[in-house]
């Protein structure tokens, strides 16, 4: 597939004007998770909801990391999911979650997201 990234908005759902630019996100379809750094999730005073959830990396490694709420918006599409406060060393990821609550999926040729077209109702 290769490789790319993208920038996106995080947002505290309480209080949206509490916002951060995230210049560089890998899109990483193999991750569910999206992953922002803890510090810009603190500044926007997003709340640690599940803590110590268990994740394994893609060497095999478990690791535990904290999860709560945001708003993420890349281009005109948002959307309210679940985010890893990813701490030093990390990955920043955008997941695949994320992506699916976008409307959004991957076109791998072009290296770049689009829409994903009509959503199911049933």
């Known amino acids: 597939m ?3 990234h993208v920038g996106a908005r995080v947002e505290n759902v309480v209080d949206r004007s509490k916002g951060a630019l995230l210049p560089k996100l890998l899109v990483d379809t193999g991750s569910e998770y999206t992953w922002v750094p803890e510090p810009v ?4 005073g997003i709340e640690r909801e599940k803590k110590d959830l268990e994740f394994v990396m893609a060497n095999g490694k478990r690791i ?4 709560g709420f ?3 918006r890349v281009e005109k599409s948002f959307t309210v999911d679940e985010v890893v406060f990813a701490e030093k060393g ?5 997941g695949a979650r994320t992506l699916e609550g976008l409307c959004l999926t991957v ?10 077209g009509p959503i199911s109702a049933a």
């Open 41 to 44: 999730l603190e500044k926007l």
């Open 64 to 67: 535990t990391r904290s999860v």
């Open 107 to 116: 076109d791998s040729r072009q290296k770049k997201l689009v829409a994903a």
């Open 2 to 4: 290769g490789t790319f």
């Open 90 to 94: 990390d990955l920043l990821l955008l």
């Open 70 to 72: 945001a708003i993420v």
